[in-house]
């Protein structure tokens, strides 16, 4: 009765790889562009590896249960009247915020690591959460109702549509499935490197722990700074009269006031990646730690390991495809001619060049066509 008696059933090759237009798996898919052959896993691992272990287990309901208790009012409830899957902004952020909190509390590790790893993720979505009441309010004139959804939920209804080939009439129910995704994410897999850092009671921090950590902190000034150099080309460019026009890495925006928008034109969202890369890369030893004392078997290291790499995957995907560049691009170029040319020139995501990497440098991306995908 839910799905439209027309869409055709999708082949084995269509699930497991890209799925084609109008296949049903359109409604239950993760990301925007993950294969079932990925996105699947990493559900199934997530879910499987809380259960092979009790304390985890038992962190797995204490924070999933303060998770839903959260987002309901924050999230479901507006998304669900609204229409607008805009109000996850501001949930999945102070979602975090409540991670480190629950993940302090909960755990019995050593108190330094514990301190340091939570107070880390306390910071960082305490950031976002602030931002995202503050631009709603402004966006709703105080209200935090929103006359519209904001412009990457549009777009990604757009896609939808067009390049999916599902009913436009069906997007409701696709947007609550997606509230629910970011819901279990921070129930299961962004909470992972923080359980299992908190839980480590080993009394001497790892060189990598050290590492990852200092990876989080360049990481969060680099994304700051980035937010900071693009408010400052928004009030610039309005006292300039040319809100409109102005392309943020282009002259006269792309001088040492702006000097990370000319390495790529998402320096924000790379540092939010790779503050995540830097979480996930701190939390390896706690696995070591774990299988020297016998808690954990070579089989339940390797499957913790492989949800620490589903957080990077997932994030990177959501960063440049889902919620992030893409979106943004699409209404950048309908809106600022100028902004095709830096697509062609620049660098989406990465601020520095990499081999086997798909920088797409495309004008029109990321509606027109890439060569290689990621």
């Not at 287990?57 to 987002?71: D, I, K, S």
């Not at 609204?82 to 949930?91: F, N, P, Q, R, S």
């Not at 962004?190 to 989080?216: I, K, Q, T, Y």
């Not at 890495?249 to 503050?275: D, I, M, T, V």
Request: with cysteine.
């Amino acid at each position: 009765k839910f799905l439209p008696p027309s869409m055709p059933a999708p082949s084995t090759d269509a699930f497991w790889g890209v799925p084609g237009r109008g296949s049903w798996v359109h409604y239950v898919r993760a990301g925007a562009n993950l294969s079932a052959a990925e996105w699947l896993p990493m559900l199934v691992v997530a879910a499987l590896v809380y259960q092979l272990d009790a304390s985890a287990n038992a962190f797995l309901t204490y924070n999933g249960v303060r998770q839903v208790l959260l987002f309901t009012p924050v999230v479901f409830v507006p998304v669900a009247l609204t229409g607008h899957l805009a109000y996850v902004d501001i949930g999945w952020p102070w979602g975090l915020a409540l991670i480190a909190g629950n993940a302090y509390t909960f755990s019995e590790g050593y108190w330094l690591r514990k301190t340091l790893v939570c107070g880390a993720l306390l910071v960082h979505g305490l950031r976002m959460g602030i931002m995202s009441l503050v631009i709603f309010r402004k966006l709703s004139k105080g209200t935090f109702l929103l006359p519209e959804d904001l412009t990457r939920y549009r777009f990604a209804k757009l896609r939808w549509v067009e390049e999916d080939g599902m009913p436009a009439r069906h997007w409701y129910y696709k947007i609550l499935h997606d509230a629910a995704q970011q819901c279990m994410a921070n129930c299961m897999v962004l909470c992972a490197p923080m359980f299992l850092m908190a839980d480590n009671p080993s009394a001497s921090l790892h060189p990598l722990e050290v590492l990852g950590l200092v990876v989080w902190l360049a990481a969060w000034v680099f994304e700051s700074t980035a937010d900071a150099q693009k408010l400052a080309f928004l009030q610039e460019s309005h006292q300039r009269g040319q809100i409109n026009t102005a392309v943020l890495g282009r002259a006269p925006f792309n001088g040492p006031k702006y000097s990370l928008w000319s390495l790529c034109r998402h320096p924000n969202y790379f540092g939010e990646w790779l503050c995540w890369v830097g979480f996930c890369l701190a939390a390896l030893p706690s696995l070591a730690v774990f299988h020297a004392s016998g808690r954990m078997g070579t089989a339940q290291v390797a499957l913790w390991a492989f949800v620490l790499f589903a957080a990077v995957r997932l994030f990177y995907d959501c960063l440049v495809h889902w919620t992030g560049a893409g979106p943004a691009e699409h209404f950048s170029g309908l809106k600022r001619p100028e902004y095709r040319d830096l697509q062609a020139s620049v660098r989406c995501f990465f601020p520095i060049e990499l081999p086997f990497v798909n920088h797409h440098r495309v004008s029109g991306w990321p509606l027109r066509a890439d060569t290689k995908s990621d």
